[in-house]
């Protein structure tokens, strides 16, 4: 029979107990513990250690720091200093508390954070420091997490039968234990997606499980596909979507058209990025027997295919909007829709959304019309061909540009639209500069790309003629539905996007820095605010300081809202 092992009594003194047992009884402030209990959280079971316990807990007591609900059972004292808000971690361990109920930022040392991660919704005990007297906080619960799914490396241990996932980013300072039957198989190295499932309290490190191998990190592939799992954004669509969006009747059909307003006569082109795998929207250009111009702006109607209560709208929802990425779109409908259905591409007869005007040869605006057409795109032009047409001032399409339209719908006629739409774009945008518009043309980093989508160079992209040319049209069509919408009795439900007036100390402290170059702001009114705004973008283009001043004027100005009240919207 083998012999009962006695455990030696310890007489080691247990370092911090006071704070350790006032952090267990505020992290369950709403439970009671005996010293049995405290003992088991903090991991003893000795005699020396257990007395220590005890004598802790009545002296605490007696100090008012607890209260004894049952006897021998023990609480912490319930007061205002208790707060919620949210945890902003920081590299070293440590971190703050963003809390609406202090002006400042609370500071949590590393000792204090009891395993809150960033971004979780915590509950904080908030104390003054004892040596400057600034606000301090403890972390005394977990209230939501911000999130439990992460992306890492995972580390095999096949010796002793466990891994760990070292998560990507600087703000997780813990690995993630993983039993190594659930693991997935992966590999050493492999970079994976673990969900965090419990966090024992003795435990150094939450344990969790491999829930997608996303493969050997470095490779191109595997780091897009690691981002898209750690921002959540689902590259894949569950089955019962795909399926219902492949069910969809796509066909464009005679019933349909006479509802619609029928423009697959009228010359129709896109003008899209070259390596734009979807076109959103299109322009058409009719000349009218009067001489003026008739200008169509189309998006597809998606409406058409995204019935509400739907599988595909439920999806739609959640995805809230199409991602893009460096090399590929998450797209928020399926592929047959998003690139398919309500994509304008050229040859193609489509059901669209429309703001349809007549417009002189001075840019004004003689008629307008809103509605749901078909159309019928004759070509796609990228930024470049179009410029390449506006840039040779002539309706002979350069050689470099190959286009095919319908038989009644020559390549000159194209670029006559082109250069006709151009010419009035260039009008409107002066007409807005006027009225107190602000002209960003920021140049913008674009990647090359392999055929592989790995990145093998930069280059700067600047906007040009034809850019600007589908911006005019597309504020004037967003600017006059509006204005439409707006007008409408009974007043309708519609959601418009505002921008308030920049900021002034935010003005002032650009006049402080600019005026270091040379340049100069004018104050007295918002024409003049807009003016020299306009004036000192356009005096820094090509000099050194353009990159910071355009950098720091853009702050200058507030961000964009979304409001469905109407008295939030100039017109």
Known sequence: MTKK???????????????????IL????????????????????DASSRNQIIKKLAKLKADGDIEETDRGKFKAIVNTEYHTGVFDAAQRGNGYVICDDFEDDIYIASNNVNKALNGDQVELYVYKRRKRGKLEGEITNIIKRAKTDYVGIIQIHTKKNFAFVVVDGNKMKTDIFVPINKTMNAEDGDKVLVTMEDWPDRADSPNGKVIKVLGKAGEHNTEI???LADYGLPYEFPKEVEDYANNIDLQIKPEEIAKRR????????????KDAKDFD????????????????????????YLQEGTVLDDEAYERATSVYLVDRVVPMLPEVLSNGACSLRPHEEKYTFSAVFEINNKAEIKNEWFGRTVTY?????????????IESKTNVIPAEVSLTGKEYKTDQAIADAVLKMDELAKIMRGQRMRSGAISFDKVEVKFELDQDANPIGVFFKTSKDANKLIEEFMLLANRKVSEFVGKQKPEKTFVYRVHDEPNEEKLMALQGIVSKFGHKLNFNSKEGIASSLNKLLSDVQGKKEQNLVDTLAIRTMSKAEYTTRILDITV
């Open 26 to 45: 505020k992290k369950d402030r709403n439970q009671a513990f005996n010293y049995k209990q405290i003992a088991s959280k903090i991991g003893v079971n």
């Open 5 to 23: 092992k006695h455990r030696k009594p310890s007489n080691n003194k247990i370092s911090n107990l006071t704070d350790t047992i006032l952090s």
């Open 281 to 304: 929207d299109a322009l058409s250009f009719t000349v009218l027997e009067n001489g003026n111009y008739e200008i169509g702006i189309h998006i597809a109607d998606v409406s058409h």
């Open 225 to 227: 596909h690691a981002i």
């Open 377 to 389: 795109s004759d070509a796609r032009f990228a930024y470049e061909e179009a410029q390449a047409i």
């Open 262 to 273: 029928d423009m697959r006569k009228d010359l129709t082109f896109t003008i899209d990025p």
